[in-house]
T-cell receptor, first 116, second 114 residues
Framework: DQQVKQNSPSLSVQEGRISILNCDYT??????FLWYKKYPAEGPTFLIS???IKDKNEDGRFTVFLNKSAKHLSLHIVPSQPGDSAVYFC???????????????WGLGTSLAVNP | NAGVTQTPKFQVLKTGQSMTLQCAQD?????MYWYRQDPGMGLRLIYY???????DKGEVPNGYNVSRLNKREFSLRLESAAPSQTSVYFC?????????????FGSGTRLTVV
């Protein structure tokens, strides 16, 4: 059973508009959420993260919103640029033992296409 | 540039052959990871090493072995390759509390087992 779900496999937006990528989760023990971007033939690169005690984190054109009651987070890209075209992975982390070891759970990704 | 280096980038194996995927990081990170990515399956953790001298199984360890040779290097070995191990393999590393800033990934090894 998937604990982190990205229900939209793909998204297409016009350059300059807002891109909104969504992620739902089921485990209330997650304490950190991250977004990664992945270009073809490259490894994922870290984009932005948010602690479970916050509801918003912003970094330039990228903002992540967390709605804990709905177990939902979203990544907003404003304005979208053609170079943002990539696969975006949502990931969540929770503490698995007293030794401070954490487990990272990944969504399946959403492919974003930003059209000029 | 500092980062995670994986070799080789591409490999074709015959069923039953063995090989070792190499990974090295120069960021002085404590933790290292091996993932595989398959279509429709996302990223799945094969093995990880929380620190030098320790290794632990992830979600899909069967058919693989790992070695944390030193702090920099973490290798993944396929003793007897099977077609089900056709995948893209990513190595990653992270510092303590690295989960807050994410992991650093290598560029991947595309493995085909025929």
């Amino acid at each position: 059973d998937q604990q982190v779900k990205q229900n939209s496999p793909s998204l297409s937006v016009q350059e300059g508009r807002i891109s909104i990528l969504n992620c739902d989760y089921t485990n209330s023990m997650f304490d950190y959420f991250l977004w990664y971007k992945k270009y073809p033939a490259e490894g994922p690169t870290f984009l932005i993260s948010i602690s479970s005690i916050k509801d918003k984190n912003e970094d330039g054109r990228f903002t992540v919103f967390l709605n804990k009651s709905a177990k939902h987070l979203s990544l907003h890209i404003v304005p979208s640029q053609p170079g943002d075209s990539a696969v975006y992975f949502c990931a969540a982390i929770f503490l698995i033992n007293a030794g401070n070891n954490r487990k990272l759970i990944w969504g399946l990704g959403t492919s974003l296409a930003v059209n000029p | 540039n500092a980062g995670v280096t994986q070799t080789p980038k591409f490999q074709v194996l015959k069923t039953g052959q063995s090989m070792t995927l190499q990974c090295a990081q120069d960021m002085n990170h404590n933790s290292m990871y091996w993932y595989r990515q398959d279509p429709g399956m996302g990223l799945r953790l094969i093995y990880y090493s929380a620190s030098e001298g320790t290794t632990d199984k992830g979600e899909v360890p069967n058919g693989y072995n790992v070695s944390r040779l030193n702090k920099r290097e973490f290798s993944l070995r396929l003793e007897s390759a099977a077609p089900s191990q056709t995948s893209v393999y990513f190595c990653a590393s992270s510092p303590p509390l690295g989960y807050r800033r994410g992991y650093t990934f290598g560029s991947g090894t595309r493995l085909t087992v025929v």
